[in-house]
């Protein structure tokens, strides 16, 4: 059974940084994208950044400048620096990761989220 747990939310001022991380476990042979995507209180569900196998990026306009995603391949994890960060960042940020190859079916898979806070 393939897992994604994520790591790294957290309460953070204005301005500040962090870093989020997630890692796919189970019997895995291959991942086509890994990405994030966030929801905010009353708001649907936004593509935050996705990264391919090849590392093709897309960001999501508003973190443009601001957030870096990248991934281990080897370690199946994918990571997104926050940097700059501002209060409408505020969400509870989602793993994804699409096309996984395990035990011979394709599936794509959600993390449980984590919550990220930008407040002063």
């Known amino acids: 059974q393939v ?20 890692a796919a476990s189970g019997s895995i042979s291959s991942i086509n994208a890994m990405g994030w995507y966030r929801q905010a209180p009353g708001k649907q569900r936004e593509l935050v ?15 443009k400048g601001r957030f870096t995603i990248s991934r281990d391949n080897a370690k199946n994890t994918v ?7 501002k209060p409408e960042d505020t ?9 996984v190859f395990s035990s011979g079916w394709w599936n794509d898979y959600w993390g449980q989220g984590t919550q990220v806070t930008v407040s002063s």
């Open 91 to 99: 969400a509870v940020y989602y793993c994804k990761a699409d096309g």
């Open 79 to 85: 990571y997104l620096q926050m940097n700059s960060l």
């Open 49 to 63: 950044a996705v990264i391919a196998p090849s590392g093709n990026i897309n960001y999501a306009d508003s973190v």
């Open 3 to 22: 897992q994604l747990v994520e790591s790294g939310g957290g309460l953070v001022q204005p301005g500040g940084s962090l870093r989020l991380s997630c």
